[in-house]
């Protein structure tokens, strides 16, 4: 409640970009079982506060339609991630981190800047009456 979901997102993106900094700079293979719950954590928090910024905007009569969005473009960067991955990977493994480092970088500081004007999106909802059917 102290802060809004913006500034949650633009936190744990840099979080997370600090845990693949850290993959992508590892000496030793120990290092990953330290960046790991790191990335994990804040990834999954960065992505409870998308969704939660996006109930705050969807207009309620639409919010199936729009999380239905959200959700596909989320399994399609999943699903394409790997084959992204793995043309990189072939040169040098230590390229994927490196990247994943600028994009995480890069979506703390859009996120961040362009957040608005620091209203909060954290609270839920107003409840908005569904049209009735004639």
């Known amino acids: 409640k102290r802060r809004t979901a913006a500034q949650i997102i633009a936190l744990f993106s840099a979080a997370a ?39 705050g905007v969807i207009p309620a009569n639409v919010r199936g339609a729009g999380f239905g969005l959200l959700t596909t473009a989320s399994l399609v960067g999943l699903a394409v991630s790997p084959v ?13 981190w490196a990247l994943d480092v600028v994009f995480l970088v890069g979506l703390a500081i859009a996120v961040h800047r ?15 009456p569904v049209p009735e059917s004639p």
């Open 17 to 55: 970009a600090v845990a693949t900094l850290v993959y992508a700079v590892a000496p030793a293979s120990w290092w990953l079982f330290v960046a790991t719950p790191l990335f994990g954590f804040s990834i999954g928090i960065g992505t409870t506060a998308a969704y939660t910024a996006a109930a």
């Open 84 to 96: 992204v991955s793995g043309f990189l990977g072939a040169s040098s493994i230590r390229a994927v």
């Open 114 to 128: 362009l957040s608005g004007d620091g209203e909060r999106t954290t609270k839920p909802p107003a409840e908005e």
